[in-house]
């Protein structure tokens, strides 16, 4: 059974740089089938994909600019999320999510973390 | 991107009727990858439906999609009682991949 667990901070300050990490059991993360994602979910705005990794490769959503880097630690079966310059529009539920390899990218995410609550204030 | 709209914001129904949502899409999505999502309080997104009208793994067969155009339903054909939740869209065939905002199901 394929199950991912976030960790990291429940508490990040303004400006500083957001460390979540995701631990992944019953798959190895590095088999190119599936592409490892980060979503967030705002508490008005809604759900919001982050950014995924696929076969060592990144992509963000444009909306966070230069902001996310999404890296893999085969060596732990983790993969995990940096996303700087944190501000209070950055308070959400973020969840880990697997998605299959569709024909022309990520299929629809079928295995997802249980959350964790960032909450960002001085 | 492309930005999709459920309809209604909130229903309201009983346990043994049927319920049918709607998500517009605000351009064409590609190939119907939509998909469709149950979340219940506390709880992460379980996914329900993809590819628009394949239901996941351990669905049960009274959840179904459909698609015609950009307009995408997703029809549960006799409620239980646990299947009273938020339910959101998605379009995963363009990036960035998008949700919309969801429909609660509400027990009248």
């Known amino acids: 059974q394929v199950q991912l667990q976030e960790s990291g901070p429940g508490l990040v300050k303004p400006s500083q740089t957001l460390s979540l990490t995701c631990t992944v059991s019953g798959v190895s993360v590095s088999r190119g089938d599936y592409y490892w994602n980060w979503i967030r979910h705002h508490p008005v705005e809604g759900l919001e994909w982050i950014g995924f990794?696929?076969?060592?490769?990144?992509f963000y959503n444009p909306s966070l600019q230069s902001r996310p880097s999404i890296s893999v630690d085969t060596s732990k079966n983790q993969f995990s999320l940096r996303l700087t310059a944190m501000t209070a529009a950055d308070t959400a539920i973020y969840y880990c999510?697997?998605?299959?390899?569709?024909?022309?990218?990520?299929?629809?995410?079928?295995?997802w973390g249980q959350g964790t609550m960032v909450t960002v204030s001085s | 991107d492309i930005v999709l709209t459920q309809s209604p914001g909130t229903l309201s129904l009983s346990p043994g009727e049927r319920a049918t949502l709607s998500c517009r899409a605000s351009?064409?999505?590609?190939?119907?990858?939509l998909a469709w999502y149950q979340q219940k309080p506390g709880q992460a997104p379980r996914l329900l439906i993809y590819g628009a009208s394949s239901r996941a793994t351990g669905i049960p067969d009274r959840f179904s999609g459909s698609a015609s155009g950009t307009d995408f339903t997703l029809t549960i054909t006799t409620l239980e009682p646990e299947d009273f939740a938020v339910y959101y869209c998605q379009q995963y065939g363009a990036s960035p991949y998008t949700f919309g905002q969801g429909t609660k199901l509400e027990i009248k």
């Open positions: 351009q064409t999505v590609s190939r119907t990858h």
């Open positions: 990794i696929f076969h060592g490769g990144t």
């Open positions: 999510a697997r998605a299959s390899r569709g024909y022309f990218g990520p299929d629809a995410f079928d295995v």
